[in-house]
C-alpha cells in the first residue's frame, strides 16, 4: 500500500521560512517524478514543483520560483520543498504526489499559514 | 498557459441519477494528458481517469471520461452518495500543468 505522508507545515511570518517533507512508503520513488501541488483555503489546485527521479532536473511555478527548492533523497525514499521568503499568499494546504502522467499518488497534506 | 475552464460550477442531483462534467482548454491538449480527479471536503485529491479516458486502478465504470483537442467530458452514471465533492480536470500536456477550478457535486 503506497503512502505519502507530509510534515513540516505550520504558521510562520512573512519573509520566513518553512521545510517541507514527505516520506513515502510501499513505492521505491527513486525512478519517479515527484510533485508539490498546493490548494489555498477553499480555492482550487495549484502545481508548484516537480523534480525528475535523478533530482537533477527541477520545474517550478512562477508563483514560487526563485523562492522555493525541491529536492529529493532517494536513499530515504523522501521529497523536501525547502520555501523561503515566504509571502500571505503562500498560505494553503501543500500536498506531494507521484506525477506518473498525472498525478496518481497524494498525500493527505501540510498545512502552511503566513501571518503577521 | 493552458487554462481550464468547467462546467457548471455546481451540481445539484440526487442518488441514481447521472452527472456530466465539463472541461474545455484555452488551446488543445493532447488526447492523452487530460486527467481528472475528485475531492471530499478534508480529503486529498483522487485520481480518477488519466489519458482522458483511461480509469485508474479502483475506480468503478460507472465513471468515464472522453473527449479530445479542447473539449473533455466526465460521466457518472448512477451517483453514488460517496460521488459528492468536488471534480477537477487537470492537463499535463503542455507545461506548465494546469487545473481546473472544479465542479461541485452537491447529492
Known amino acids: 500500500q503506497v503512502q505519502l505522508v507530509e510534515s513540516g507545515g505550520g504558521l510562520v511570518k512573512p519573509g520566513g521560512s518553512l521545510r517541507l517533507s514527505c516520506s513515502v512508503s510501499?513505492?521505491?520513488?527513486?525512478?519517479?517524478?515527484m510533485s508539490w501541488i498546493r490548494q489555498a483555503p477553499g480555492k482550487g489546485l495549484e502545481w508548484i514543483s516537480h523534480?525528475?527521479?535523478?533530482?537533477?532536473?527541477?520545474f517550478y511555478a512562477d508563483s514560487v520560483k526563485g523562492r522555493f527548492t525541491i529536492s529529493r533523497d532517494n536513499a530515504k525514499n523522501s521529497l523536501f520543498l525547502q520555501m523561503n521568503s515566504l509571502k500571505v499568499e503562500d498560505t494553503a494546504k501543500y500536498y506531494c504526489a507521484r506525477l506518473y502522467g498525472a498525478f496518481d499518488f497524494w498525500g493527505q497534506g501540510t498545512l502552511v499559514a503566513v501571518s503577521s | 498557459e493552458i487554462v481550464l475552464t468547467q462546467s457548471p460550477g455546481t451540481l445539484s442531483l440526487s442518488p441514481g441519477e447521472g452527472a456530466t462534467l465539463f472541461c474545455r482548454a484555452s488551446q488543445s491538449v493532447g488526447s492523452d494528458s487530460l486527467a481528472w480527479y475528485h475531492q471530499k471536503p478534508g480529503q486529498a485529491p483522487r485520481l480518477l481517469i488519466s489519458?482522458?479516458?483511461n480509469r485508474a486502478a479502483g475506480i468503478p465504470d460507472r465513471i468515464s471520461g472522453s473527449g479530445s483537442g479542447t473539449d473533455f467530458t466526465l460521466t457518472i452514471s448512477r451517483l453514488e452518495p460517496e460521488d459528492f465533492g468536488v471534480y477537477y480536470c487537470?492537463?499535463?500536456?503542455?507545461?506548465?500543468?494546469?487545473f481546473g477550478q472544479g465542479t461541485n457535486v452537491e447529492i
Open positions: 487537470q492537463q499535463f500536456g503542455t507545461p506548465p500543468r494546469t
Open positions: 523534480i525528475t527521479g535523478s533530482g537533477r532536473t527541477v
Open positions: 489519458g482522458a479516458s
Open positions: 510501499g513505492l521505491n520513488i527513486s525512478t519517479y517524478y
